[in-house]
């Protein structure tokens, strides 16, 4: 049985003009546990490393430990508050070196993640106690007034959670012991923040709740660090003045991607990314022949899309459909486009096929985007890369993602309309039919605005 240290609370002194910290056997009511894993390669975000690599997914782990470190003791330099560090993997020497002496390092229990969070969190109460917050360290929107806002929730509420965007949740607090929120919990599923509510109101827990954040755990969540890209600079691209990026989601587009690529790829300052979501024909090969860089993500346009922006340098993020064609002197109408102070900009829509219905198309759609402000993604929708990052990108949802997208640009600004046209497949349009393919697109968008989940638009949709 392995016999802790007693906690031990740090302050710190100034000699000669320096700040040393020293050790304070004093406990403090309020304590946040960080539970993380040592950022060893190949052991530490797995599910980053086909896009990033083992070495860079450690490291983007490595900045995340760091972000979240900063945040709290800030925090709790202020608010006279306890750190612990929960760790696996590695061992408290190698922490001590990397992250620094402030907090208290102590290696977490055996068994599943709910036991290893019901175990810190027992310990911290034995210690002394009174208010606790458990935090992960893969949100990097974690802000001061989170912790603040949590702990006054700890006031008069037996629990305070901060959900996150894919089911789970970044933050727990609590003012006693409560292990049944942590019990026959489905972990690393879409289910847990529900699953902890349904706990807690079992036991008939108060709960007060945080603003929604998003974790990084795939290649689509890295757009969250490019929102604070200089404490990610070593890791991830950083912004290039004057770059275009060209933005592909790709899944079995063999047929098509060639065609797509041959006018766009090894052009001056433009780079073309290739978003992947696991095509099993020769797309990934044909597109690295042509000379663009594939990313390999999940599959789904708005993860495919934030995951190939994360990764890009370009000032401008051009996101394109792999069976639509970019004009050749495309690069210069976004750039006019954008001159005027617009949030974004689309193309002009051309089909190519003939007939006279998909030229009513054609210009039906072409009014809305001017009129409405409304393109669709099949119109290669461009905007600078500091303003998508500031929206946080696409929604992670396998439809009606650019019409969101497109709704809250606009609030942002004008949505301009370039000049020039696309060309794209009109291979939807032969396979449904110009009618259903029409009426199936306005039912999506009716229901959509009267609240029909995305999930359920795609399940009817396809």
Known sequence: MRLERPFMAFGSISIDGKSLV????????????????????????????????????????????????????????????????????????????????????????????????????????????????????????????????????????????????????????????????????????????????????????????????SDVDYAEDLIQCRRSEDQFRDVLPRTMPGRISVIIPTLNEAANITATLEHICNRPNVEVIVADGGSD???????????????????????????????????????????????????????????????????????????WMLRLIESAANLRSRWLQLPYGDQAIFVPASVFFHMNGFQHWPLMEDYDFCCRLRKIGRIALASASVTTSARRWQRLGVLRTTLTNLVCIAAFRLGVSPVTLARWYR
């Not at 304590?31 to 070495?55: N, Q, S, Y």
């Not at 972000?67 to 061992?91: F, K, M, P």
């Not at 929120?181 to 008939?204: H, K, N, P, S, Y």
């Open 22 to 213: 020293i050790p304070s056997n004093s406990l403090r009511a309020d304590r946040i546990v960080v539970m993380t894993r040592f950022p060893e390669p190949g052991r530490t975000k797995t599910r980053l490393i086909p896009a990033l690599g083992a070495d860079r997914a450690a490291a983007v782990h490595r900045r995340l430990i760091v972000c979240t470190l900063n945040v709290v003791s800030q925090w709790a330099e202020a608010h006279d508050c306890d750190i612990e560090v929960r760790y696996t993997g590695g061992d408290e020497s190698q922490f001590l070196a990397q992250f620094g002496v402030q907090p208290r390092y102590a290696p977490q229990s055996e068994g599943s993640l709910g036991q290893r969070m019901n175990s810190a969190v027992e310990a911290a109460f034995s210690d002394g106690a009174k208010r606790i917050v458990i935090i992960g360290t893969d949100c990097p929107g974690l802000e001061a007034s989170h912790l603040t806002h949590a702990f006054e929730q700890l006031t008069d509420r037996d629990v305070v959670i901060g959900p996150a965007t894919d089911g789970g949740y970044y933050l727990l607090g609590m003012r006693r012991h409560l292990p049944r929120l942590f019990d026959d919990i489905a972990w690393g599923t879409e289910t847990v923040f529900r699953q902890t509510l349904e706990r807690a109101a079992e036991a008939r827990n108060t709960v007060g709740l945080l603003p929604m954040l």
């Open 281 to 355: 024909d020769q797309t990934p090969e044909l597109v690295r022949v042509a000379g663009a860089t594939v990313v390999q993500c999940n599959k789904g346009r708005g993860k495919q899309m934030n995951a190939g922006a994360a990764l890009a340098r370009g000032e401008i993020l051009i996101f394109l459909h792999a069976d639509t064609k970019l004009p050749d002197d495309f690069a210069d109408h976004v750039c006019q486009t954008l001159r005027d102070g617009t949030s974004g900009g689309a193309f002009r829509l051309r089909i190519g096929a003939s007939g």
